[in-house]
């Protein structure tokens, strides 16, 4: 593993109790050591009203600006705002950030800081062996205590960690005894004094964050300012405390030179779309109904009337797949985003869309499944059902993003495949990819690629169902005389498109849908393989596993591992080198957030024997996880 | 729209598309269909702009029928279709041709939505009170008691009107009509199609092979005009052979009233106000249902003037693209908080 963060082990004397203690204003800044570390990993928890998201994005933010790689993992309840003090109503924010590149959020926690009782059950076991542990020692009291089911203070045995409890909710609430605040409202700002904490401790500068509040909150100046004093006061205490005794810095990172910006995965998707009617020159629309984890894609696309976008929030699934084949047949790139239960109900209206041979990308945000299953949490287990769910012989091109940046490239990739083969085509991304941030290294728009889209308008020798050299039939808009014709869900002849029954037709048709979607892969690039061309063990992965699969192959690697990882962005059709590619491993280990299915869809498709590695418990594997079972497989 | 593109005066012979009918004979299909065809060509639409989608079952049939771009898409689904399309190109006419089972069994949703968001599309409604493609199942707007194949025992599935429930929607325009009178549909189809903003109409059709005179008392000549009230906006409702009865209004309780009876003069009668904005109004007569209590009304129920969603969402589009100008990909790309590496 990469991580070097090395903070004392474990059985240091717990720190003296300080909490409580005011900040001194006047006193000279300890003289602390500062301790250099090329990675950390920091998770923020506390009450889903605790603020912990904001704090973690915002902490994110400032290590960004310093130049360091990072990936963040926000863990929210699907409970909006869960009773105060439950253990099912903690949320979370997890950032690990570094001087080198950074694949995931990280495995096990160096600093945890934790808000409540109930967010130190939930979230101690992850911390590693002689991490630190900052509590909020003001919310440790009775009530919470019990709500979190803690039959004693666990504060009193905290061994193996480094425990620093600080009542933040007193501080906060003295550093704001003046600003008029009400307690309720002063009580709301103790997520900055914790921000103000952690800069302070790892040695983030101030006055960009205090730059930051007065423009979030520049509509409630009094609120901006109490944050501000909280903030100052959270640094300030963190300053003064002789408490700690390291301040820590991790090592600036030698990055890509350009221009970054922080991204999280729906937001790059969404950028990708207007990319993709920006270098095509042809409208975007998109019809959605808010559903969790997708509906950022929505509220992201929703701000861009000065684009050439429209959106529409329908009034269900199905209305908002069919929206987007209304626009689709007008001549717009037209779109629909959703997760797993509004992929299900969105199954025939798809079908329709591979009858209609008309353009339209679907992208399904996935969660924790079936039915409503973990909405909030990620899993990849909707891959078989984008490939084969729906009636009849319905083939869909399908593709995922691997990455926040990647979810970008992706969404510009599945409108090339849709408008060049007249297709739908599943866009697959997941919850973790959605919500999570990393920096994004700004791409120049003359680099992107661009997309050709030509609406035909010649009369002459038209037919509705006429293919070019990829099977494609032509895309006619409304409006264009001449050209007047009918399309349908029935199965249709294949030249002019009118209903046919024929029996020779449909088989032929059938067959056509099939090689038309099949022959995507001819123009797919070479397969990249991280590490040798052959050797003992081949990782494949697909989707937002590929940080932690690329860092387990790495350590691997490193440890002297005969092994390679290929990280599949097509998986319907797959390229045609793969089956080339895995006659020169021995073993192929598959992980995926699931029961195997890209498993099944590689032993349908080689006849090879493939080692599955499965998880699904809504979270992301652990780096760990997988380079034990590459150790035991080579 | 409303570009002649076309040198020749367009016909009804423009709107017949090569594809043969297959409705059953005697359908009421085919009257619609004949009547759309005839009217389309008078509208000063060119005919590449008008667009056809439908869903499923027998009248969704009619966009083959069109010599026009048009799509038969799958059960229920056509207003949220054409939402879409009308919504990215304002420019085109666009109609659905639906059912009773396509409109108000699987597509309920969509059909209240759409006219609820007062989208810019005419929804032509083929009501048969009956499941005809599947061969004779009750629908949503078969009556009680119906023996059909699926309610061998009487249908004890409560139907609902389709203009109480267009005006509960909020529909802009809501108007029926009857398949056999040729002159009253050409007149509310035109009205529908010069309409701005989602223009309902219900056709009594009749299924004539698996719910044949389900509209007798309303179609039949010797009935006809004593059981259907012709809605003229403006003018009191006066009905019958004789033109005898009328409409009078006790408190919110309607009532058939005989003229000239009991001193009952013209000027006690309801006076038809397709106007109003309050759809209590036109509720109220949407409620008047079969003889022998009521005549059933015919007509345009409700003509509103209102904003359409396709024009708000241009308007809204130009009012942001005036204050923040036409977007610029790079500057997207670049927004937010953005830090150099060197």
Known sequence: ?634 | MNQIAETVPLTKKHFESDQEIRWCPGCGDYMVLALIQKLLPTLGIARENFAFISGIGCSSRFPYYMNTYGMHSIHGRAPAIASGLKMTRPDLSVWVVTGDGDALAIGGNHFIHAMRRNVDLKIILLNNRIYGLTKGQMSPTSELGKKTKSTPLGNIDRPFGPVALALGAGASFVARTVDNDLVHMGEVLRRAATHRGTAFVEVFQNCAVFNDGAYAAITGKATRQDSRLQLEHGKPMVFGKDRDKGIRLRGLTPEVVTLGEAGVTEADLLIHDETQSNSVFAYLISQFEAPPCFPVPIGVFRALTTPTYDELNIELNEQVRASKGRGELSSLLNSGETWTID
Request: aromatic residues 6%.
């Open chain 1, 1 to 634: 593993m990469l991580r070097t963060a090395r903070v004392a082990d474990s059985e240091e004397p717990r720190a003296a109790g300080l909490a409580g203690k005011p900040p001194s204003e006047t006193a000279a800044p300890a003289a602390r050591r500062i301790e250099e570390l090329d990675s950390v990993v920091i998770r923020f928890v506390g009450d889903s009203g605790d603020g912990m998201q904001l704090t973690g994005t915002e902490f994110s933010r400032a290590v960004a600006k310093a130049g360091h790689d990072y990936s963040t993992h926000p863990d929210y309840p699907s409970e909006i705002r869960a009773p105060a003090g439950t253990l099912f109503g903690v949320s979370g924010f997890q950032i690990q950030y570094s001087s080198r590149p950074v694949f995931t959020s990280g495995d096990a926690v160096d600093v945890l800081v934790a808000m409540n009782p109930a967010a130190l059950k939930t979230n101690l076991a992850d911390v590693r062996r002689g991490g630190i542990v900052i509590v909020n020692a003001g919310a440790f009291t009775e009530g919470n205590l019990s709500k979190a089911g803690y039959l004693e203070d666990p504060l009193g045995d905290m061994s193996g960690y480094r425990i620093y409890e600080i009542d933040i909710s007193e501080l906060t609430e003295n550093a704001l005894a003046n600003s008029g605040l009400s307690k309720k409202d002063a009580a709301r700002c103790k997520n900055y004094f914790a921000l103000g904490l952690m800069l302070c401790l790892y040695s983030r500068p101030l006055g960009r964050e205090i730059d930051e509040i007065r423009a979030k909150f520049s509509k409630k100046p009094a609120f901006a300012e109490a944050n501000v004093t909280a903030l100052r006061a959270g640094y300030a205490y963190a300053e003064a405390t002789e408490m700690f005794e390291t301040g820590y810095q991790v090592r600036q990172r030698s990055a890509v030179p350009g221009t970054y910006r922080s991204i999280t995965g729906n937001v790059a998707t969404a950028l990708g779309f207007v990319a993709a009617s920006e270098r095509s020159g042809v409208p975007l629309f998109l019809g959605s109904y808010p559903i969790t984890p997708a509906t950022d894609i929505l509220h992201e696309l929703s701000a861009l009337r000065n684009f050439k976008v429209t959106t529409f929030q329908a009034e269900d699934e199905i209305a908002a797949i069919c929206s987007a084949i209304g626009a689709a047949y007008g001549g717009s790139l037209a779109l629909t985003a959703t997760s797993g239960p509004g992929m299900a109900l969105k199954t025939e209206a798809l079908g329709l869309a591979v009858m209609l041979e008309l353009p339209l990308v679907v992208v399904n945000v996935q969660r924790g499944g079936p039915s409503t299953g973990l909405p909030t949490k990620i899993e990849q287990s909707d891959l078989l059902q984008a490939v084969y769910g729906r009636n009849g012989e319905c083939p869909v091109p399908v593709i995922a993003a691997r990455s926040p940046a990647d979810a970008f490239e992706c969404a510009i990739e599945a409108f090339r495949i849709a408008v060049h083969y007249m297709t739908p085509v599943i866009l697959l991304s997941d919850g973790g990819i959605g919500n999570a941030a990393e920096p994004w290294l700004i791409p120049d728009v003359e680099d992107l690629p661009t997309l050709d889209v030509n609406f035909r308008t010649e009369a002459e020798g038209f037919h509705a169902y006429a293919r070019d050299a990829r099977l494609a039939r032509p895309w006619v808009r409304p409006g264009t005389p001449g050209l007047e014709h009918r399309i349908g869900g029935l199965e249709k002849d294949f030249l002019t498109g009118a209903i046919s029954q024929d029996p020779l037709n449909h088989q032929r048709m059938v067959e056509v849908r099939a090689q038309k979607v099949d022959g995507i892969a001819e123009e797919l690039p070479k397969l990249q393989i991280a590490g040798p061309e052959a050797a003992d063990l081949l990782v494949i992965g697909w989707g937002s596993t590929y940080g932690a699969i690329a860092h387990a192959c790495e350590e691997a690697a490193a440890a002297g591992k005969s092994v390679s990882h290929v990280h599949l962005r097509h998986l319907n059709p797959l390229p045609r080198d793969l089956g080339d590619i895995l006659d020169r491993f021995k073993t192929i280990l598959v992980p995926e957030l699931n029961l195997g299915q890209l498993s099944k869809l590689l032993r349908e498709r080689y006849l090879r024997e493939v080692v599955p590695l499965c998880k699904v418990q809504g979270r992301p594997f652990k780096v760990a996880e997988i380079v034990e079972r590459i150790a035991e497989l080579c």
